[in-house]
């Protein structure tokens, strides 16, 4: 068994507290009635107590930590404010959408949102695929025209506010 061990894990430390252990399990069953083999048990309960070990081994306890930087655990969550950020946006463009014309509105939202084929979605309206296509089209240029539109007036108002700064500092 010292053999197998020693093969199995790489290495001879520790063998005779694994068998200890293994030994110790086996005496204190109640019954060894279920056991067929008593050397595959044995060598079972030795290769378990092994893997016990080795996963033990792979938990860091945090009373062994004394700063939690060291644990090297990257975040991997996008910063709070992107977050914020995207929400935002994205608030923006459901405002964007609900303004858009009724017909072209829900073509936009069956075709961009839910994935709804053009021949579907003909189908529906009684349009051509084309007429679909076009509308689709059309929500998306008047929403990307109108975020284009809030990117300029927000680059105007830091132009301004940095101007507005420089002017402070000057007097």
């Not at 996008?78 to 609900?98: C, H, M, N, T, Y």
């Amino acid at each position: 068994m010292r053999a197998w061990l020693k093969r199995w894990t790489g290495r001879a430390q520790d063998i005779d507290d694994v068998i200890q252990e293994a030994y110790s399990r086996l005496a204190s069953l109640d019954s060894v009635a279920h056991i067929g083999s008593g050397r595959a048990y044995l060598f079972q309960t030795t290769r378990n107590i092994v893997l016990e070990q080795v996963r033990r081994s792979k938990i860091i306890r945090i009373e062994n930590v004394m700063d939690v930087g060291t644990l090297s655990i990257v975040d991997e969550a996008p910063p709070l404010d992107r977050v914020v950020a995207g929400a935002r946006e994205l608030q923006r463009v459901e405002q964007l959408i609900d303004q858009l014309p009724i017909k072209c509105r829900r073509v936009f939202v069956l075709r961009r949102i839910h994935g709804v084929s053009q021949r579907e979605i003909a189908g529906m309206f009684g349009i051509s695929e084309s007429a679909v296509e076009k509308l689709a089209m059309r929500g998306l240029k008047l929403i990307l025209k109108a975020m284009e539109g809030d990117n300029m007036a927000r680059e105007l108002e830091e132009d301004i506010d940095e101007h507005s700064r420089d002017r402070t500092r000057s007097r």
